[in-house]
């Protein structure tokens, strides 16, 4: 690849994936801009692009001459729905808007979710299963997912599903979560290690994910009561038939025919090398 080919767009680079997967795209080799508000501190490495997804004008600086858009910035944790759906439904459309008008040759990858997936799905879920959720969060984001599909660009859409590691706190923070929303501890949900993060993003970057949906997970799905465990809490027992047994279980075979391996293949590999 030539200079030009490696400038990258990132938005969310201050997030909880953003943080921990820009250093490493520095670290491969791209120039990396991270599209922040004014005065906002960027990961190592990358520049700081003044601007906004729901200011339209700071957007088509952002996008000049870039090569590829990693678009990372969601809001999930909000009873303001009015905040979920601008940022990123109206968010997301403004920022394709600014890359067909200014950018039409970009390679634009799409950070999405497994809670996609209908609760009560007959199987793990997959990429060309019927989605239609209500959330805000997971609806917002099909959306953004269609909005995408139709733009004209050269697409690829990741669906991760519970990221964890590297110090994030998000699985000390889970128990809270699953035990105020009453979730049966047996339930396995997929995960997925910051470092397969940046391997699945750096594969879209290659190409390898153009013009499809991907699921990406590591190898091991996880009870709900083992990963609140592994954070310091003993969810209570439950013997009762586990209803909804699929619900953020996805099925990653996809990916896995297209080449990714997870290198962190389940979250006890990331307890035993010290990678949380």
């Known amino acids: 690849m030539n200079n030009a080919s490696k400038t990258i767009l990132i ?11 820009v250093p490493r795209l520095v670290d491969a080799g791209f120039d990396c801009r991270a599209l922040v508000r ?54 997301t459309r403004n920022l394709i808007h600014a890359a067909k008008t200014h950018a039409p040759g ?13 609760k009560n799905n007959p199987h793990p879920g997959l990429e060309d299963d019927p989605v239609a959720p209500q959330l805000a969060y997971p609806a917002s984001k099909v959306a953004a997912e269609n909005e995408l599909r139709e733009s004209g660009l050269n697409w690829s859409i990741l669906r991760f599903p519970f990221v964890y590691g590297e110090g ?17 501890p047996a339930m396995r949900m997929s995960t997925i290690h910051h470092r397969d993060i940046a391997t699945a993003v750096n594969m879209a970057l290659a190409g390898t994910m153009d013009g499809r949906i991907v699921n990406v997970s590591d190898d091991a799905p996880t009870s709900l009561y ?4 592994l ?23 996809l990916a896995r025919s297209l080449g990714f391996q997870p290198v962190v293949r389940t979250v006890y590999q990331a307890i035993n090398d010290n990678l949380l």
């Open 11 to 21: 938005t969310g680079a201050n997030g909880l994936v953003g943080a921990r997967l």
């Open 38 to 91: 004014d005065g906002k501190h960027v990961p190592g490495g990358a520049t700081a692009i003044a601007g906004d997804l729901l200011d339209t004008k700071s957007l088509a600086a952002a996008v000049k001459d870039v090569s590829a858009i990693v678009h990372l910035a969601a809001v999930f944790r909000t009873s303001d729905t009015d905040l979920i759906w601008k940022s990123n439904f109206e968010g």
């Open 106 to 118: 970009v390679r634009f990858i799409l950070a999405s979710t497994i809670h996609v997936y209908p």
């Open 168 to 184: 994030d706190n998000h699985l000390e923070t889970l128990p809270e979560h699953v035990i105020a929303a009453k979730w049966h």
């Open 226 to 229: 083992e990963l609140s465990k």
């Open 231 to 253: 954070a310091g809490v003993t969810m209570e027992s439950n013997s009762e038939p586990l209803t909804d047994p699929w619900y953020l279980h996805s099925d990653s075979s």
